[in-house]
């Protein structure tokens, strides 16, 4: 029996780009991508999300819409990593880099999606687009997808 995980995954926005960091260690090095992690016990996925970005790059983000739900199943391992997808236009404070994170914004046609996560894209249309989406994702590694599926849901 599978035992599944919550992160939170934070995309924040401006009408031209879009906010991604740098991973600087740990889980999914030295890719680019949105800001999140684990939810701890004792916090909403919400609360947990504010927390991540906060940590990772200094910013406290306001106004978080929920646009996707993603699970990722590592072959070999039981659990299931379910991420939260959120993003937001509203944010204050200033953008500072952490021993997590290099934050930079990317003009929303040049997503570096060569050091991303493979399933990246898959579903940054579905987010770049405005739709709501649910995604599953069993990978070999980090780097070699063996199923998915996708889909667009009318709310989440
Ligand atoms: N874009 C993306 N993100 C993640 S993990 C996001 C949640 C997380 C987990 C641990 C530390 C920080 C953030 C992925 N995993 C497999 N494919 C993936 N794609």
């Known amino acids: 029996m599978s035992n599944t995980k919550l992160f939170s995954?934070?995309?924040?926005?401006?009408?031209?780009?879009?906010?991604l960091g740098l991973k600087k260690r740990g889980f999914g090095e030295n890719m680019w991508n949105?800001?999140?992690?684990?939810?701890?016990?004792?916090e909403s996925i919400i609360q947990g999300a504010i927390?991540?970005?906060?940590?990772?790059?200094?910013?406290?983000?306001e106004d978080l819409k929920k646009i996707g739900i993603l699970q990722f199943q590592f072959e070999g391992a039981e659990t299931v990593l379910e991420v939260h997808v959120f993003e937001t236009?509203?944010?204050?404070?200033?953008?500072?880099e952490?021993?997590?994170m290099r934050p930079k914004?990317?003009?929303?046609k040049e997503i570096p999606f060569?050091?991303?996560?493979?399933?990246?894209?898959?579903?940054f249309p579905y987010m770049l687009r405005g739709e709501l989406f649910k995604g599953y994702f069993l990978y070999r590694g980090q780097d070699l997808i063996l199923k998915h599926n996708i889909e667009t849901v009318e709310e989440l």
């Not at 236009?89 to 500072?96: A, F, V």
């Not at 914004?105 to 929303?108: A, D, G, Q, T, V």
């Not at 060569?114 to 894209?121: A, C, R, T, V």
């Open 34 to 42: 949105g800001f999140g992690g684990k939810v701890e016990s004792g």
């Open 98 to 100: 952490s021993d997590e």
């Open 51 to 61: 927390r991540e970005v906060k940590e990772e790059c200094g910013i406290i983000v």
């Open 9 to 19: 995954l934070v995309f924040v926005r401006n009408p031209e780009e879009i906010l």
């Open 89 to 96: 236009y509203q944010y204050h404070g200033e953008l500072t």
């Open 105 to 108: 914004w990317f003009n929303l």
């Open 114 to 123: 060569k050091q991303m996560w493979p399933d990246d894209e898959y579903w």
